[in-house]
């Protein structure tokens, strides 16, 4: 049945294209301690593309999902091996007694899952699964599973007698190949200019592309339809929903000529999305705005003199001066 998925993924495969490739994965990780001391002796982690999805509950001896968004996860695999499994095989590594205090501080750290890379259109381009582990920060056991184009059969030979991992292995690339073709985010791209602090002829032109999932965007300020270069381009963030946001500025002239877009390409998009700015500076004052603030000003004070000078009049008037 695994042979018969891997060929079907096979035969997705189309020629190279130089369309930006998605990238997703599905993680677990481990972290056994034999002196705990202020660390819990046990963390477990499943983590989907850069998000917490599950952590294993140690008073339940179970995994517990996390803050899902999508029905999906809910099919994510999980390992069938427990704490008790984790202590049991780092206690061996360390030739200590598991039911007496260990004298010597020893760590076994796994990191299991799957990996896959596609083109915007669905076809599969790279899929791998691996097995890791390390003991007290040195790597001694790892095992790369390359599942296209072919399969590697001594090291299929070499996990067939780990039943529970060779399961996991197989559901993950599963899932990972399906759930990622179904949950997406569609992006929401502002752009907006403020004055530029350190030159009065200058703005800072600002594309805000926010709320998308998955994590690969591609976004760029454009000048009459042409990439503008010198851009400032900060990281791609979480926000607290799980979906994620991606910030760009460039230095343009204050009087401006052309029209500047933000230009947005994302998988969830049938296609790019494109936001003129309006030409507007959300902190600058102009300087018809300054005079028409100035001559209101004026009229106010003149006004109240007059008031001021009229009292002044009525008071003498009322004794008789």
Known sequence: MFCQFVVL??????PQSNAKQEKHFLHYKYTVLTKAGPFPEFIAVGESDDRRIAHYRIE???????????????EAPELPETKDWFLNYLYDLSK????????????????????????????????????????DGKDFTTCKYDLLPWIDKVVETKMDHRTGRMDFLMNCTKWISTFNNTYKSRPDVYVFARKAPDDQNKL???????????????????????????????????NADGSFQLRSSVKINRNHKGSY????????????????????????????????????????????????????????????V
């Open 204 to 238: 800072n032109l600002t594309c805000l592309t926010t709320g998308f999932y998955p994590k690969d965007v591609e976004m760029n300020i454009r000048l009459d339809r042409s990439v503008v270069g010198k851009q400032i381009v900060s990281e791609i963030r979480p």
């Open 261 to 320: 877009d933000c230009f947005v390409n994302h998988s969830s998009l049938i296609e790019a999305v494109s936001v003129e700015w309006d030409g507007k500076c959300s902190d600058c004052e102009t300087v018809s705005s300054r005079s028409v603030t100035a001559g209101v000003a004026i009229g106010a004070s003149l006004v109240l003199l007059i008031v001021i000078v009229y009292i002044i009049y009525k008071m003498k008037r009322s004794n008789g």
């Open 96 to 135: 200590c007694n598991y039911s007496a205090v260990c004298s010597e501080f020893h760590v076994l750290q796994r990191i299991i899952g799957c990996e896959l890379e596609k083109l915007p259109n669905g076809t599969v381009t790279s899929l791998k699964a691996f097995d890791e582990f390390a003991y």
């Open 9 to 14: 993924l096979f035969l997705l495969i189309s």
């Open 60 to 74: 339940e001896q179970s995994w517990k999902r996390d803050h899902l968004t999508a029905g999906d996860w809910n």
